[in-house]
Structures are given as C-alpha cells and as structure tokens.
C-alpha cells in the first residue's frame, strides 16, 4: 500500500534557526514527489516536484532534496512568513495523476 | 487567469439535505480531482475525472457523486448529507499525469453538516 510518513507533526523555529522536515515514503513504483505549503484557510501552493532520487530543488530559503525513500525539505533561516503547513505528497505510475498525501507538519517561525 | 474556484466557500446543512459542490478551472486542464481534508487525516481524495465524460473512484467514495459534463467544470454532490461529512473540501486539476503534472488547488468549500 503507498503512504507517505511525515514529521515532526509540529516544528516552531526562531527566526533564523535552520532546519529540516522529514518525509518518509513507500510506493510502488515513484512516479513523482511533491511539496506543497498550505495556509491556514487556504488551499495548497505548489513548491517542488522531484522525480529521481539525488535531485534536489530550491526556491528562495527552501531546498528540496530526495531518496529513494525519503524527501527533505531543508529550510534555511527562516522568516516569520515561512509559517504555514507544509505537505508531501507521491505518485505511483499509473495512477492516473492521483496523489497520496501526507498529513502534514505545521511549522511556525517566531520573531 | 482565476486558476481553481471553487462554490459556495461556506455551507451549512442540516442531516439529509443534498447539496452540489462547483468547482470551476480556466487552464484548459485534463484532469481534476475533489479532496477533503480533515484534521489528523491530511488530504484524501474522493472522485476524479481524467476528462469531460469521465469520472472515477478515489480512496473515499461513499456518500459522494460527481460529474464532469464540461471540461472546465467537476461537481461533487452529496445526496443525503451526514454529520460525517463535515469537512473542508478541495478541488485541484492538473494538466494530464505527463510532464510537468503538478497540481493547482481551489481555495475550498467549508461544509459543516448538523
């Protein structure tokens, strides 16, 4: 059965003190992992879509990166407006685009 | 570009009413696919449809129909609404599950069933 592991459940952070979400996953064959940032009362945003193990993707104080078992998202001094849920998300070939999600990890930066 | 919409964003029904759920996309997109969210449970998928005409069968089902008469257009309703399915409900659509497939999700319908 896919699933997708992700913690902690909660992180708060000071401003500007790194650190790193865990996403562990199994799936029958990885079509793709995805991250996504939600805000409260919001949909989810996309940030990164990683396909093979070994890659790696960043967008401004985020790096995603992956194995073949599990995905981090690497967060690099972070602001107060980094704040949000952050979801993983995998698909399997074949699966017509569905995702399997994790629940999330709610992080919250302080000033 | 809207991108997802989504009517109504607030809804209150009282046990047995029957309510339909609109969601609306301007990308010109294939696929699209209904999702609820509940706290602790993360995002589980309902229905989807892979194009106009087509629908099928998430991880939970039950209790929903859906149809997909326009392309732009997948409406979810619940025929017979129980205190079970009060949720936040999130429509997404992407462009197929081919290249660069992420998907674009709606802003959400809060459904609260008494």
């Known amino acids: 059965e896919d699933q997708v592991t992700q913690s902690p459940e909660a992180l708060r952070l000071q401003e500007g003190e790194s650190s790193s979400l865990n996403c562990s996953y199994t799936v029958s064959g990885l079509r793709g992992l995805f991250w996504y940032r939600q805000d409260p009362g919001k949909g989810p945003e996309f940030l990164f879509t990683?396909?093979?193990a070994g890659e790696e993707k960043e967008k401004e104080r985020l790096k995603a990166t992956l194995t073949k078992k599990e995905s981090f998202l690497h967060i690099t001094a972070p602001k107060p407006e980094d704040s949000a849920t952050y979801l993983c998300?995998?698909?399997?070939?074949?699966?017509?685009?569905?995702?399997?999600f994790g629940k999330g990890t709610k992080l919250s930066v302080k000033p | 570009n809207a991108g997802v919409t989504q009517t109504p964003k607030f809804r209150v029904l009282k046990t047995g009413q029957s309510m339909t759920l609109l969601c609306a996309q301007d990308m010109n997109h294939e696929y699209m696919y209904w999702y609820r969210q509940d706290p602790g449970m993360g995002l589980r998928l309902i229905h989807y449809?892979?194009?106009?005409?087509?629908?099928a069968k998430g991880e939970v089902p039950d209790g929903y129909n859906v149809s997909r008469l326009k392309k732009q257009n997948f409406l979810l309703g619940l025929e017979s609404a129980a205190p079970s399915q009060t949720s936040v409900y999130f429509c997404a659509s992407t462009e197929t599950d081919a290249g660069n497939n992420e998907q674009f999700f709606g802003p959400g319908t809060r459904l609260t069933v008494l």
């Open positions: 449809s892979v194009g106009e005409g087509t629908t």
């Open positions: 998300a995998v698909q399997a070939w074949g699966s017509q685009g569905n995702l399997i």
């Open positions: 990683l396909y093979s």
